[in-house]
């Protein structure tokens, strides 16, 4: 048990379906991050947020929208995905924007 | 973006046995950490090691920054060690924005 806690830890959706990523974390930490990683491939950051705030779009295209309510919570909502956004999604967290991170169990995501 | 090389890609050890994993960087980091991803997906941090020597347990790292390189040492190895083994280190003037290798692939026979 890391103290970060993802839902759903499976989903399949079709291209058109509009689905959301849960994100929690219990470690009262300031920053969240989201990471994609795809088969064969390293981790990919996508976003960062601080205190939040969005400090980092790492060229994500706007089929991924990430929303950040309070610190500890964090979304990453998916409409009009392709069968390449197939992959297993992770969320982090960490105390600061330079300190350790600590990553959830991941979403496994299958778009049909 | 900095360049993270990780050797080996593979590893096949017998329980028991001892191994050593390497990162390199094309860039001098300031934020490197090292992760365990077990065949479930879960990554545990294992290390923040920017420079130095740190020990937990059976594993230990170091970090020589001026040549930029990290090693992980696994001691004993046992079963549930098998797994992937990420290093990663910020890029460029980001801090916060890791770039991770690409990995070692350990798996522990009994």
């Known amino acids: 048990e890391t103290g970060v806690t993802q839902t759903p830890r499976h989903l399949v959706m079709g291209m058109t379906n509009k689905k959301s990523l849960k994100c929690e974390q219990h470690l009262g930490h300031n920053a969240m991050y989201w990471y994609k990683q795809s088969a064969k491939k390293p981790l990919e950051l996508m976003f960062v947020?601080?205190?939040?705030?969005?400090?980092e779009n790492n060229s994500v295209p706007s089929r991924f929208s990430p929303e950040c309510p309070n610190s500890s919570h964090l979304f990453l909502h998916l409409h009009t995905l392709q069968p390449e956004d197939s992959a297993l999604y992770l969320c982090?967290?960490?105390?600061?924007?330079?300190?350790?991170?600590?990553f959830g169990a991941g979403t496994r995501l299958s778009v049909l | 973006g900095i360049q993270v090389e990780q050797s080996p890609p593979d590893l096949i050890l017998q329980e028991g046995a001892n191994s050593t994993l390497r990162c390199n960087f094309s860039d001098s980091v300031n934020n490197l950490q090292w992760f365990h991803q077990n065949p479930w997906g879960q990554l545990i941090n294992l290390f923040y090691?920017?420079?130095g020597t740190k020990q937990n347990g059976r594993l230990s790292a170091t970090t020589v920054a001026t040549e930029r390189y990290s090693l992980l040492y696994i001691s004993s190895s046992q079963t549930t060690d098998s797994g992937v083994y990420f290093c990663a280190g910020n890029s460029g003037g980001s801090n916060y924005k890791l770039t991770f290798g690409k990995g070692t692939l350990l798996t522990v026979n009994p």
């Open positions: 947020y601080s205190l939040e705030e969005r400090v």
């Open positions: 982090a967290s960490s105390q600061s924007l330079t300190g350790t991170q600590y």
């Open positions: 090691i920017p420079s």
